[in-house]
C-alpha cells in the first residue's frame, strides 16, 4: 500500500493531480487521500474533492489521463 495525496492547486488544464508518496513532483499544498494499492482508489478518492482529480504523468502513469 502506498499513500496518496491530490494537489489542492490545479494545473494549468484544471486538473487536480493525485501523486504517490516519494513523488518529485510532489506539492506542497496537498491533500492526503490515504493508502491505496494502485492508483485507481487513490483518483477515485481525489475526485469526492475534486471531479478534476487525474493521475501524475511520472508517479501515476496508469491514471494519467489528460
Ligand atoms: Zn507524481
Do not use: I, W
Amino acid at each position: 500500500m502506498k499513500k496518496y495525496y491530490v494537489n489542492n492547486r490545479a494545473q494549468s488544464n484544471g486538473d487536480h493531480e493525485v501523486h504517490q508518496e516519494g513523488c518529485r513532483y510532489m506539492p506542497s499544498d496537498k491533500k492526503y487521500l490515504g493508502e491505496f494499492s494502485t492508483c485507481t482508489g487513490a483518483v477515485k478518492e481525489a475526485k469526492k474533492t475534486y471531479s478534476t482529480a487525474n493521475g501524475c504523468k511520472t508517479c501515476s502513469e496508469p491514471c494519467h489521463t489528460s
